[in-house]
């Protein structure tokens, strides 16, 4: 153990779960003891003026020196990643970003002697000869996509870091994940959460995965509620690290639909499978998450009937103030 978490820094702050991450983590460590870093301006001042925040590239390891010695962060969550559909349109950037900012935040565990990092995997770290169904915790891992690829690297490397140099690194398999403060970019699941603001605004989505694509999914406050607990974790309870499936529920782009047609009956959907049906195919269908149960007592709250209202709630009271796309 070495030690408590005491100056944080979210690497991708501006991102989908980054965005929302350095909220929480604010409020639960205090807003100057957690510093907010990404490639891109904050689109609302919710992050710039709730605490620190640094114009930063998670692969360039001077920019992370200069943030970690002014405010002597002792954890880092690097939340940057180019994800699957964005990855297949630029497999090098992907490679570069990802792996990149893997390696540089380990290895400033290593040289600042940091008491955690948390690096998130995906369930895209599976690949279409695992099996696709209650997939477990440890099995085939031959993702398709590059993003799969560097999410597996990602795991070998924070295991080799443990092991090696004993560094403290966590890390969930992300399913998709559905929020309303951000739009997620560059995804494959990203159609669960277009869907809503198109019901919302036009009564209408065309979708770009078949009707009956079943992927898993999970509402963002469970996805922060996890990543937190696993950041808090006993270590000594920890058999995995960076590796840890997570999951909440499952639904095809058929069954979301009929969730929001509850609310907005006269919605329509029509389906235009393109390049990351793909990428969805390769994926599992529904996950085993006993492993995060018995090691860190991980359970979901959110449903995805829970999750639709919510959703329908809060868009749709954005919508009425006419800022459906202020984030
Ligand atoms: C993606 N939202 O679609 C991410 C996630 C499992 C999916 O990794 O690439």
Redesign the pocket.
């Known amino acids: 153990m070495k030690g408590e978490m005491k100056n944080i820094l979210v690497i991708g702050a501006c991102g ?1 779960i980054g965005s929302e991450l350095i909220v929480a983590l604010r409020e639960r460590y205090g807003r100057d003891n957690v510093v907010a870093a990404d490639i891109k301006e904050p689109k609302n001042d919710e992050i710039a003026s709730s605490g620190p925040f640094y114009y930063a590239d998670v692969t360039e390891r001077a920019c992370l020196d200069v943030i970690i010695r002014k405010h002597k962060i002792d954890t880092i969550y690097n939340m940057a990643a180019i ?3 964005s ?1 297949e349109k630029n497999p090098q950037l992907c490679w570069k970003v990802n792996m990149g900012g893997v390696i540089n935040v380990l290895q400033a565990a290593i040289d600042y002697d940091m008491v955690r990092v948390i690096i998130p995997s ?3 770290a599976f690949g279409p000869d695992t099996p696709r169904e209650n997939t477990p915790n440890d099995t085939i891992l031959r993702p398709t996509t590059m ?1 799969g690829v560097t999410k597996v690297c990602g795991e070998r490397l924070c295991d080799y870091y443990v092991k090696r140099f004993g560094v403290d690194v966590r890390g969930l398999r ?4 559905i929020s309303y403060k951000t739009l ?1 970019g ?5 159609y669960a959460v277009e869907i809503f603001y198109k019901a919302i605004e036009e009564g209408r989505y065309t979708c770009f995965l078949e009707e009956n694509t079943l ?2 999914m999970m509402y963002m406050p469970d996805c922060i509620r996890a990543t937190i607990m696993l950041a808090e974790a006993d270590f000594d309870r920890l058999e995995h690290h960076n590796d840890f499936n997570v999951a909440a529920f499952s639904f095809t782009p058929g069954e979301l639909a009929r969730a929001i047609k509850k609310y907005i009956p006269e919605f329509e959907i029509e389906y235009k499978p393109d390049y990351r049906q793909e ?1 969805a195919n390769s ?1 599992p269908t529904s996950i085993d998450d006993s492993v995060a149960r018995r090691e860190w007592n991980w359970k979901p709250e959110w449903t995805i009937d829970s999750m639709t209202r919510d959703m329908l709630e809060k868009l749709s009271e954005r919508h009425k103030q006419g800022k459906l796309y202020d984030m």
Do not use: H, R
């Open positions: 989908q994800l699957s559909a990855g995906s369930i895209a993003y992300y399913p998709g994940i997620p560059g995804g494959t699941t990203d992927l898993p990428i994926w």
